[in-house]
């Protein structure tokens, strides 16, 4: 079974607050991905990397950014939320970009 | 372009109805195509992956095929533990690209 956590699963906070989305893997996966997915609707990607010091964004124009300093984590950071950035995050990882990706519980953010 | 496209969009079965989930691609290259389940509230679970034309692969009452243009995943006598949104995704050889359908969403009845 694929080992990927993700925190908080649920954040409620203020709009102008600084929030950092946490996801760790211990599968030694190279290939990390974080999606954005609002209640129904499909996944959108929103960045990827290929490897540690690796980042490059998606096709979704986001305005998070991501940092890939350690080959397990994988965190992504708001610098001041906003009542659209409220979704659902889902961060996932593969061994090749080719391979299934397996897939975190995500974390469900609500921005007042 | 490279695109995915599932249907039905949603689909309500009885228990023990049989169906089957569409997923059709217009791809650069097909390197792999990929079936997840996904339960609400929760991420993608992966099921099955499908590398060419002609490949099935089981599990339980699920079986997921391969034409050259389309997958298809059938369920065989669903239960309501089977309700789930399916997603089916691609990688492409040319744009060297992932993709996601927008998924079904099945309810099966008791």
């Known amino acids: 079974e694929a080992d990927i956590y993700q925190t908080p699963r649920y954040l409620v906070i203020g709009t102008g607050k600084k929030i950092t989305l946490e996801c760790s893997q211990t599968m030694g996966h190279d290939k990390m991905y974080w999606y954005q997915q609002d209640p129904g609707m499909e996944l959108h990607l929103i960045h990827y990397s290929y490897g540690v010091n690796s980042t490059e964004k998606g096709d979704l124009s986001s305005e998070s950014t991501v940092s890939r300093i350690r080959t397990e984590h994988f965190p992504l950071t708001l610098e001041s939320a906003r009542p659209s950035h409220t979704s659902q995050y889902l961060c996932?990882?593969?061994?090749?970009?080719?391979?299934?990706?397996?897939f975190g519980d995500g974390t469900r953010l609500s921005i007042l | 372009e490279d695109q995915v496209t599932q249907s039905p969009e949603a689909l309500r079965l009885q228990e023990g109805e049989s169906s089957s989930l569409n997923c059709s691609y217009t791809?650069?290259?097909?390197?792999?195509l990929f079936w997840y389940r996904q339960d609400p509230g929760k991420g993608p679970e992966f099921l099955f992956t499908?590398?060419?034309a002609g490949e099935e692969k089981e599990k339980e009452r699920l079986k997921a095929t391969l034409t050259k243009k389309e997958s298809f995943l059938h369920i065989t006598a669903p239960k309501p533990e089977d309700s789930a949104t399916y997603l089916c995704?691609?990688?492409?050889?040319?744009?060297?690209?992932?993709?996601f359908g927008t998924g079904t969403r099945l309810k099966v009845l008791a």
């Open positions: 499908l590398y060419s």
């Open positions: 996932a990882s593969s061994d090749r970009e080719d391979q299934p990706q397996h």
């Open positions: 995704a691609v990688f492409t050889s040319g744009t060297y690209k992932y993709i």
């Open positions: 791809v650069s290259g097909l390197r792999g």
